[in-house]
């Protein structure tokens, strides 16, 4: 069994209200960055919960942690979750110039698929489930994505769907 939720695999931003995410791609999981902002891949803005003060927030590196490479092989899993007391958000970054969405929607996906498979009590906590596929190189720019696929995509998989690189919790 897969444990999602693993101690070993989390991260505690120190600035809960706005830090960078990070995939070196070099075999080590995705980590926070609070440093140098315009190397993030993506940036986690959480100004606007708890009157201002921003929601407690755990960060857990879910590829090469929770799963690792030699694990469950030929299924895709995304890079990591951000979670708060409400608040569920699966994360994949990429970082590339030509990247169609469907790349990343495949290991969003299938991620969804192992939480609903080794936790689906857990899931049934959050009131805000969400993904987001975030592009580095497309970095401040949004992917449209149609209304009817946002609803479809919601009916099916029980998440909201974003593409941007900018998360904001709110």
């Known amino acids: 069994m897969i444990n999602f ?17 990070n995939d070196n791609e070099d075999g080590t999981p995705v980590y926070i960055i609070e440093t ?4 993030w891949q993506a940036e986690v803005i959480n100004d606007r919960g708890n009157n201002g003060e ?4 755990i960060f857990i ?3 090469k942690c929770v799963i690792h490479d030699h694990e469950f092989k030929g299924r895709g899993r995304c ?34 698929n192992f939480l609903k498979e080794f936790h689906p009590e857990q899931l049934k906590l959050f009131v805000h489930k969400k993904v987001f ?12 994505i149609d209304n009817e696929f946002k609803k479809s995509f919601q ?16």
């Open 133 to 144: 596929g975030c592009n580095h190189k497309k970095k401040g720019k949004f992917v449209v």
């Open 79 to 112: 890079e990591g979750m951000l979670m708060t007391d409400r608040h569920l958000y699966l994360i994949e970054l990429k970082d590339k110039k030509s990247l169609n969405a469907g790349e990343m929607l495949g290991q969003l996906v299938s991620t969804i």
């Open 54 to 57: 921003g929601y407690d927030i």
């Open 5 to 21: 939720f693993e101690e070993k695999c989390k991260q505690i931003p120190k600035n809960k209200r706005s830090f960078g995410l």
């Open 36 to 39: 140098d902002k315009e190397t």
């Open 155 to 170: 009916r099916e998989h029980g998440f909201r769907i974003d593409m941007q690189t900018n998360i904001v919790v709110v």
């Open 61 to 63: 590196a879910i590829d």
